[in-house]
């Protein structure tokens, strides 16, 4: 074997090697890349489940307690809260949704009951809740969330307006 195919194996070889060294390298890029895309991609789902989820939950609340004086707004927790009355019985309950220590929270309990606002279930964590209603039976929700996104929601109580 002379020299010159020596070297030409060589260069054979370094040049597979190269080719499979660029192959791996855009590979290991290409997979990088679509793992940062699909990160980013989850974080914002996450982030619109949680609003959206909770503006349908409250939207949901509302048309389950869409009956005479039914729905009212009162001071608890860190702020006002929507308080849904429903009657089992002879007795009277209220849930109440509201905010307190970060959350937007859920308390059901007979209306002659006192409770606290720790005694709530978190339900998903917001910023910011604001509810009204105003005299013609139109409830507002305001949320918004740790990354200053946020939804407003109305809902028409019918039967306010009877």
């Known amino acids: ?4 195919d020596n070297n030409k194996h060589t260069v054979d070889m370094l040049f597979v090697l190269t080719l ?35 503006s349908a939950f409250i939207t949901e609340k509302l048309h389950q307690h869409d009956e005479a004086d039914s729905v009212q707004v009162r001071p608890f927790g ?16 209220c849930n109440y949704i509201y905010t307190h220590e970060g959350y937007l929270k ?6 002659d009951v006192i409770l606290s606002p720790d005694a709530g279930v978190n339900i998903l964590p917001v910023k910011d809740y604001k509810v ?12 918004s969330d740790e990354t200053g996104r946020s939804v407003d929601t109305s809902v028409y109580v019918h039967s306010s307006a009877y």
């Open 20 to 54: 499979f060294a660029v192959f791996a390298v855009s590979a290991s890029l290409l997979i990088a890349f679509g793992a940062n895309i699909y990160k980013n991609t989850i974080d914002s789902m996450d982030e619109h489940y949680n609003l959206s989820t909770a």
């Open 1 to 4: 074997m002379n020299r010159r």
């Open 78 to 93: 860190d702020g006002d809260a929507l308080v849904l009355m429903e009657r089992y019985g002879d007795k009277t309950y």
């Open 106 to 111: 859920e308390l059901f309990t007979a209306s």
């Open 132 to 143: 009204t209603k105003d005299s013609e039976g139109l409830v507002s929700v305001s949320l």
